[in-house]
């Protein structure tokens, strides 16, 4: 291990430089951009080190520091002989960054426990060894940003004061409750500010909504968007967040009025969701799977529980299949990811591809996880998960362990893979894709799924509706993409064409962009469901930009294989003129509207879910 191990935050597209340092003060690696001096550096790290022990006296241990400066993120991570600090882009995701930081902290500790040892002196990594030298990233730093940051040591030092006074927000050291316990988050400003429990206000807070279900979302979205909901909407302040038992937690804030309120949230499953719904002991549902017949006729009291007023498509998810990154698989067949989960591949030796040899060790999500469930309806189907399968709750540990163990596999949701690898998906009759933003915003990734907010059709909670509107506003959305989720705002891209393609759409594609959404439809029916209603809006919003005014919209449609081709080629052309005659009420016109038949299938025709997927419009614009 040495000093070029910054290069693995280097490399990450949000950040912008590292560097790490001794207790003592002694910098000993260093690749931070051209407006930071080293000078800079070592008053900054002195400044850290003489705060540091009265911060953690202050809030308890001190695991990880972060903050905001005009353009720029922080985040200092503190290790037992020193610290390294992380200078990152406004949209970075910590999540990102723990998980890269936790794979490299054993060497991290022994690299500054090697000089330590050897007494050596300060050096800047990667740089000159002048006391005034600057240590470049890739090239000249933007005069705004000469202009825009102050010195690195003087914002240190407004951090470390508002951090004793608990103002900012931080990492706890691990507890015996809960080892991976995040204490406070506003990232990005989309979480809550943290507050220690003496900090947090001593009137009791009223409950005004109650969000259970899905650890998917209840875990870090769900107290963001509380955060922002009750400070945007509600237009409260001093919003703290108030742990309870595992994986429950209220976003407590104060009114105009002086009155305290909480917006309560309990993590404990999708599945949870339907059934505290149906005991009204909660106001809405949050599930990472869509709404099953039998829980449809529970809560039918509520209303049409699959229609547009209850079923609220909020972000989309992939569930990756992932491995170590040693690990030589690129793809893998959904069976043979279902014969893996099953018992009936044991020895990466029987999948060449992989490198390996031994026993496959298979960790999964727990049995409430919307996780599981969508993984066992989507992959396993019919068939059992191996008994000595080990089973998880949380999904940080889950891509730990694998990324730790050779011959692990798992699956996890989008945010999650890294620090393992993920593989490609194919699925019968499909060409293989990766998870990505993309493709799952698309849809056309095979283990691609929505996160949802179910609530009755008419809720008798005023705040029930406002919550899920603002969830599904822009603000919403960005709050989505900065936890790591993929938003329902519309991108475009210029995909390569997939092999089995026709001529015909090879042509009709040949000029043209495609955008990240696909129109989907209720079986044998032109009805356009959930998700597309709300996409309507938004694509008539994305059209009418000032630089997509002038492009020409193409919809393709497609049909699943039930039914005869003839009656397939009819269905695929009607769903396109469906979605041309209802954007043509908005004043859009598309300029070609095509239909494909049951060509070119995402998904397998054998699974409800897989028919679904491929009933759909494409829409792509001219370039």
Not at 88 to 110: F, H, K, Y
Not at 154 to 179: C, M, N, R, W, Y
Not at 196 to 221: M, V, W
Not at 249 to 260: A, S, V
């Amino acid at each position: 291990m040495n000093k070029n191990c910054l290069d693995s935050f280097i490399k990450l597209p949000e950040v912008e430089g590292a560097f790490i340092s001794h207790r003592d003060g002694r910098i000993i690696g260093a690749n931070m951009p051209q407006f930071l001096s080293l000078e800079q550096l070592q008053k900054a790290t002195r400044l850290l080190n003489q705060n540091r022990n009265a911060a953690s006296a202050a809030v308890g241990e001190i695991r990880r520091c972060e903050f905001r400066y005009l353009e720029q993120k922080f985040f200092v991570y503190y290790l037992p002989l020193g610290q390294l600090f992380v200078l990152c882009r406004p949209q970075a995701n910590p999540e990102r960054i723990d998980l890269e930081v936790e794979v490299l902290r054993a060497d991290l500790d022994n690299l500054l426990k090697t000089t330590a040892d050897s007494g050596q002196p300060t050096t800047p990594a990667m740089g000159t060894a002048a006391q005034d030298s600057v240590v470049p990233l890739a090239g000249p730093e933007p005069p705004q940003k000469k202009r825009n940051i102050m010195p690195l040591f003087i914002v240190l030092a407004f951090v470390l004061i508002a951090l004793l006074g608990a103002g900012f927000f931080f990492l706890l050291g691990e507890t015996q409750s809960d080892k991976t316990n995040l204490v406070a988050a506003n990232q990005a400003q989309a979480s809550p500010p943290p507050a220690s429990p003496a900090a947090i206000p001593s009137t009791p807070a009223t409950t005004i909504l109650r969000l259970h279900g899905s650890n998917t979302i209840g875990a870090k979205l769900a107290p963001a968007l509380a955060t922002e909901f009750l400070k945007q909407v509600m237009q409260a302040k001093d919003i703290v967040r108030v742990p309870g038992q595992p994986d429950e937690q209220n976003i407590e804030g104060t009114l105009r009025d002086g009155r305290r309120v909480a917006i309560e949230i309990q993590a404990h499953g999708s599945s949870t969701s339907f059934k505290d719904l149906n005991q009204d002991l909660c106001d809405v549902g949050m599930a990472s799977r869509s709404i099953k017949p039998k829980e449809v006729e529970q809560l039918q009291r509520f209303g049409n529980m699959t229609g547009p007023a209850s079923e609220n498509v909020l972000a989309l998810d992939g569930i990756a299949v992932i491995v170590h990154p040693a690990n030589g698989v690129q793809n893998m067949a959904q069976q043979q990811i279902a014969d893996i989960f099953s018992g009936r591949i044991k020895d990466w030796q029987e999948i060449p591809q992989s490198g390996l040899s031994g026993a496959i060790k298979v960790i999964a999500r727990d049995e409430k996880s919307g996780t599981w469930d969508t993984f066992k309806h989507l992959v396993l189907r019919d068939q059992s998960l191996l008994s000595s399968a080990e089973r998880l709750e949380d999904s940080r540990e889950l891509t730990a362990q694998v990324a730790a163990d050779t011959n692990a596999i798992g699956f996890i949701g989008l945010p999650y893979i890294k620090p393992s690898k993920a593989v490609a998906v194919s699925e019968q009759g499909t060409e293989a894709v990766f998870p990505t933003t993309f493709t799952v915003a698309t849809e056309d990734y095979p283990l691609a799924r929505r996160l949802f907010l179910y609530i009755p059709a008419n809720p008798t909670n005023p705040q029930s509706r406002p919550f899920v509107e603002f969830a599904l506003s822009d603000s919403g959305q960005k709050i989505a993409r900065e936890i790591g989720f993929v938003e329902l705002t519309i991108d475009e891209m210029t995909p390569e064409i997939a092999a089995n393609a026709s001529q015909n759409y090879r042509q009709n594609a040949a000029s043209a962009a495609r955008l990240s959404l696909n129109f989907r439809f209720r079986s044998g029916s032109t009805e356009i469901d959930n998700r597309g209603l709300r996409d309507i809006d938004r694509l008539v919003s994305f059209l009418g930009r000032q630089q997509n005014r002038q492009r020409a919209v193409k919809l393709f449609g497609f049909a699943d294989n039930i039914g005869s081709r003839t009656a397939n080629c009819q269905l695929s052309q009607i769903r396109a003129e469906k979605v041309a005659t209802v954007l043509k009420a908005h004043g859009v016109s598309a300029e070609t509207i095509q239909g494909f038949c049951d060509d070119m299938p995402v998904a397998a025709n054998d699974t409800a879910a897989g028919r679904e997927k491929n009933r759909r419009v494409e829409v792509w614009l001219t370039r």
